[in-house]
């Protein structure tokens, strides 16, 4: 086994991907004997057979099933090692972050504050859905995805959700929206500014249901960035962490109201499990730890 050969692993994984020795060797413009004698080479290595022919297909035996896997982790292995190499030898390092698009972009920067600015860093910032990311976070294109939901163990078994932070959220709106005595009262008189499919919604539909409440909705937004700016316009009272407003609120043009929702939004750092990860992503989450510690301090 100390023989093994990265070209022969190559080879019988383009093979087994393909299932046709004939159409393998003429993707990767090489002879039919050439790829076959590889692919034998592989198996007196190894010492088992990898493929049983069936008809024009080749179909791989419960040993050759355990070598594409096996042959799968290697190459993924060989191109973080490229990919850390070239990071290295560059002498600046880069961490590809992905964003939800409707994340609070106060939230975003608050995460990655540990290396703005920093000469040897080179921050890659990407924004989208949840599943384009999760996909780019599977092929190592980004090296962690911030997010509001954890992703789905059954469908991403190979990622980690770190939580990174947890917001209590409140009632935000103009001073004046704010004169009411109880909360019952506040959602009867003032609009709101609602997201949409969200944990946020969910507690707000169930908080409204238990006060048997309707209160009139000015507007349903699934960017926090829009109802940021809808509240300091006075549509109505958002419902967010208070970091998506955090300048609002330090500059007194909105107000927290007094009451308590019982609703919280935590906050991801979601992960791939890797040999060689991204050294910047494990600061970033550990500083994120501190600052989350020090909070409930």
């Known amino acids: 086994m100390s023989e093994l050969n990265y070209h022969h692993l190559r080879y019988f994984h383009e093979v087994a991907k393909d299932g046709n020795l004939t159409r393998t060797a003429e993707r990767l413009n090489v002879s039919q004997s050439a790829l076959s004698t590889q692919i034998r080479t592989l198996e007196a290595r190894i010492g088992h057979q990898l493929f049983e022919r069936r008809g024009r297909q080749l179909v791989l035996t419960e040993v050759g ?19 850390t190499l ?9 961490v590809r972050i992905g964003a939800l698009s409707t994340l609070s972009r106060n939230f975003q920067i608050g995460f990655l504050a540990p290396i703005i600015g920093r000469q040897d860093v080179e921050i890659v910032l990407r924004s989208g859905s949840a599943n384009v990311l999760f996909e780019a976070l ?18 991403f078994s190979s990622f980690i959700a770190h939580r990174v932070a947890e917001q209590k959220v409140l009632l935000h709106g103009t001073p004046h929206r704010l004169r009411h005595a109880t909360l019952e009262e506040m959602l009867r008189e003032e609009p709101v500014i609602l997201p949409t499919d969200s944990s946020i919604r969910t507690g707000f539909d169930s908080l409204i249901t238990r006060h048997g409440l309707r209160p009139q909705v000015a507007a349903e937004v699934d960017d926090m960035a829009m109802i940021r700016l809808l509240a300091r316009e006075d549509a109505g009272l958002a419902i967010t962490p208070a970091v998506v407003l955090a300048d609002e609120l330090r500059e007194g043009l909105l107000m927290t109201a007094p009451f308590d929702l019982d609703i919280g939004e935590d906050f991801y750092a979601v992960t791939l499990q890797r040999r060689f990860p991204n050294p910047l992503v494990a600061e970033l989450l550990e500083k994120a730890r501190e600052a989350e510690a020090a909070k409930a301090d």
Not at 66 to 80: H, M, N, Q, V, W
Not at 138 to 155: G, K, S
């Open 65 to 83: 099933h355990i070598t594409l896997d096996y042959s799968e982790r290697i190459f993924e292995a060989g191109e973080e090692l490229e990919a």
């Open 86 to 94: 070239r990071q290295a030898s560059a002498g600046r390092q880069a």
């Open 138 to 155: 599977q092929a190592m294109a980004l090296d962690v995805v911030l997010t509001t939901e954890p992703p789905a163990r059954d469908v």
